[in-house]
């Protein structure tokens, strides 16, 4: 067998700054993204043009959490030995799952083209 290196207390200190300039980066792009939010709003997702892109958007997000959710069963089932209560909840929770996201995902798009034709009603009539 080969051997394990050791990790000195240098090394570790460099683990924790890379992992905690990692959450900097990231907290500081949420920032950003947050301020320019209205501006988004206002420029891309109020456009007709975007409707199309929504509904898109909104069936691979549905698309790719159904995926990812089935990997971590099959994750979870693989890891307590492929008993059949566990088979049997974990399906029934994957089932209950698909059967709320789908609706709501659904609604949420109709709320949100609701709302953005309005806007866009709103300034059609202003011009």
Not at 105 to 120: C, E, F, H, N, P
């Amino acid at each position: 067998m080969g051997t394990v290196p050791e990790l000195h207390e240098t090394d570790l200190y460099v683990f924790s700054r890379a992992r905690y300039l990692t959450g900097v980066a990231l907290i500081i792009v949420f920032y950003d993204h947050l301020l320019t939010l209205h501006e988004e709003f206002s420029t891309i997702w109020r456009t007709k043009k975007c409707h199309n892109y929504v509904w898109v958007f909104s069936l691979v997000g549905v698309g790719v959490t159904s995926v990812t959710q089935l990997y971590m069963i099959l994750r979870v089932y693989s890891t307590w030995d492929k008993r059949r209560s566990t088979t049997v909840i974990l399906v029934t929770m994957f089932v209950i799952f698909i059967a709320a996201l789908t609706p709501n995902a659904i609604l949420a798009l109709i709320d949100v083209q609701s709302d953005s034709t309005v806007q866009l009603g709103k300034r059609s009539q202003q011009y």
